[in-house]
Each structure stands twice: as C-alpha cells, then as structure tokens.
C-alpha cells in the first residue's frame, strides 16, 4: 500500500475520533453540567494565516470548593479578563466548560 494512503487515513480517523469526543463532551456537560459564575481568567489571541483564533480561560469554584481554570468551548470574541460570566462545566471534566 502506498504510504500516502496509509497517512491520510490515520489522519482522517484522528479526525473522526477527535470530533466524536468532542460531542461526548459537549452532550455530557449539557446534560449533567453545573452552573456557576466564573471569571475570565486570560484571553489568548493567535493572528497567524491571516485568521483570527482565540482560546478564553475562566478560574471558577466546583461544587466540592476546588478552584479551576479551565477553557470555555464556545467563547465569544467580545470577552475580556476579568469580566464575570455564567458557565455550566462537567464534574467529571473539571477544566472544560461551555459559556451561558
């Protein structure tokens, strides 16, 4: 088999497995999720290929008192540090959480 073929295939199935776990997440969290408040922790820009791509970190509390940053999945781009915002995380799945 030619070793270009067998490249894009691993490739593909990292793909497929990479968005199926990203749907578990998703699904888990909108149905087993908590609310709580958060704080914009960091906003990180990346301007490279003439795109612009953010990742946004909150630092929360969990129900149990714990103190987490993690990284919302669905940020907008008018967040800013500091700023409060209403997030609903999986406990299970502490340091990702999705914006309200």
Do not use: C
């Not at 990479?18 to 609310?35: P, T």
């Not at 709580?36 to 922790?41: F, H, K, L």
């Not at 999945?73 to 500091?82: A, I, K, Q, T, Y």
């Amino acid at each position: 088999m030619d070793k270009g073929i067998i490249m894009w295939a691993v490739f593909l199935i990292v793909i497929v497995v990479g968005i199926l776990v990203s749907r578990k997440l998703k699904k888990g969290i909108n149905e087993n999720g908590i609310e709580t408040d958060a704080v914009v922790s960091r906003v990180l820009e990346d301007m490279s290929q003439d795109l612009s791509d953010f990742t946004v970190f909150v630092k929360y509390r969990t129900e149990d008192g714990e103190e987490v940053e993690g990284v919302i999945s669905n940020p907008r781009s008018d967040l800013e540090e500091g700023q409060q915002v209403r997030i609903k995380y999986h406990p299970k799945y502490k340091n990702n959480a999705r914006l309200l």
